[in-house]
């Protein structure tokens, strides 16, 4: 086996969730090969450097050691890379926990309280 699809690849490396949700990033222009942009249908080798996109403006820099085209174990399939991310610095480290902060006393509820519940139901007319 001297060549992987890249969204294949990504997937069994535990990378992404799905082989879809690869498929997606790639498209959307959020893995770059070696400094280009890389469509899923790519093949990649042992040596490629892969940059992928984050959400919140974080990057993961993973070089490939191995291939995989079937699923594997999620402690062997951390074998088939090595990653080169940089540890974030402090900074970083403090602007992600007011995101999350942020995050969770922005997220919407998930059912109607008493008030808003007799309200639906005077509009629905019930």
């Known amino acids: 086996m001297e060549t992987v699809r890249l969204d294949v690849w990504l997937d069994v490396?535990?990378?992404?969730?799905?082989?879809?949700?690869?498929?997606?990033?790639?498209?959307?222009?959020k893995v770059d090969v070696n400094g280009t942009t890389a469509k899923p249908h790519r093949d990649i080798r042992p040596g490629d450097r892969l940059t992928i996109g984050r959400p919140l403006?974080?990057?993961?820099?993973?070089?490939?050691?191995?291939?995989?085209?079937?699923?594997?174990?999620?402690?062997?399939?951390?074998?088939?890379?090595?990653?080169?991310?940089?540890?974030?610095?402090?900074?970083?480290?403090?602007?992600?926990?007011?995101?999350?902060?942020?995050?969770?006393?922005?997220?919407?509820?998930?059912?109607?309280?008493k008030r808003e519940r007799r309200l639906l139901r005077g509009l629905k007319g019930a």
């Open 57 to 113: 403006g974080r990057t993961q820099i993973v070089v490939v050691k191995g291939l995989a085209d079937k699923s594997i174990a999620r402690a062997e399939a951390r074998q088939l890379y090595d990653d080169e991310t940089p540890a974030p610095t402090p900074e970083e480290l403090a602007m992600r926990r007011l995101e999350r902060v942020f995050h969770a006393t922005m997220a919407p509820k998930v059912r109607p309280d």
């Open 13 to 29: 490396a535990c990378l992404f969730r799905t082989r879809s949700e690869a498929q997606r990033a790639c498209r959307n222009g």
